[in-house]
């Protein structure tokens, strides 16, 4: 295996691999010439975590990712046919995206590009950052192959966000916001000539040319950033957050829900089976202190479709059953307000715990962050056997494993004893240690 295929191994998790594993084989039947580059590539030299697998493929990316869907059961979110991408959601949650490698010829700013099938090469040089255009081979011959025609590893290295040519912010003005994100979640320094044309497109108004849906996709990485706040005050400072909604200005903010949702966050516990529309969440927060008419230009700037708008917009009215439910007095063991919680989207729960002025919903929630989930992820397999007589693959498996949960959050048995630790060995006799080991070397 090559060294880049182990490190890549290393930083993907099951789910990411198996993902990887079924994408290369549909490329591999296909006879296509598949690579692992962007965001993905970046990320795991960089040392970040990989939020999402973006592949290039030399050939036909839309009937590939056809092909993957039907295969593996998975989603195709949405497709472009002229840029020839598509996305992708697999039934364990991954996201990918497939895109065809391809040459981007732009007439006029933030126009319509004229798109043409390219090699791998061709592609990487017409990206956004040298940090962007990094390519790995997924090929059988060349399984493991670094392509990095722009030395963009060793601008990793150095922390340093550099253009790959001195129209990349012309071309596609989208970048210049692209550019602030990256700089305020990676912290990197922008090379001196990069930083240049940045202010010369700025001077010349280029934000102007950035096409809605491109601000809408911006947007949408926004919200999924780990920490929008940051990238949210650094829009602010160049003052490139009008673009959304010219009310979106610094007293709009709404810093103190990002803080108190980054608190909430932290509590989670590391490997919890909770998911959460971290897209719907962040937009709550973004939008929240928005009048209707600073809301209705945001939808407006960015072509927001119902379907985008309503995970944000409809979020806060999910909310108020659930705290109805948890202020309620019925909620007496903790098992119960575990059952409660338990099946709520992430979002809900958390937009609870930003929103409710309710003591006792407060503690519910922290503890079940706190002490209810970390209890049922103590629950073993073994555990559930031992109790119940049932094997996992057996149907009433789940509902032993969760009368074990109720059982362990009401006190009523107890977290098994760790098995006892091996007997040391006992010490060597004088003066056969040291021969011992001689006689092995
Ligand atoms: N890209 C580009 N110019 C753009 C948008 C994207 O060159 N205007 C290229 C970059 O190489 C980028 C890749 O397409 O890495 C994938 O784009 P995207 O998914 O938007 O970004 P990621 O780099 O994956 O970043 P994130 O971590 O925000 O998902």
Redesign the pocket.
Known sequence: MSDYMFILESHLSPEQSAVLTAVQAAAAEANLSLFL????M??MLGGFPI??L?FTVEGPAAKLAKDVAKRNNAQILSTDEHRKTAELQFPNGVMC?I?MARQEKYGKPGARPQVSPATIHED?R????TI??IALSLNRASRGLMVDPTNGASDLERKELRAISNYSLYD?P??IL?LI??KARMGFEVHERTMQQFHNAREAGMEKYIPAR?LF?ELR?LA??PSPSEVLKALEEFKLLQLFSPGLTGAKLNPGAFAKLAKAKAMIPFGAPFSVDWYALNMFCLTQLLTPKEKAALLENTKMSKEEADPWQKLEARIKKLEALLKSAKLSKASQTFDALKKVPGEEILLLFLKSAERIVQDRLKNYFTKYMPTAMEVTDEEVTEASGLTPDQPKFAKARDERIAARLDGRVRKPAPPPEPEPPPPPPPGRGMLGRGRFR
């Open positions: 580059t962007g965001g993905a970046r990320d939020r999402d973006d995206e895109s990487l017409g990206r956004d950052f962007n255009a596609d989208i970048r692209r994100r990256f491109a996709t990485h999924l950033e």
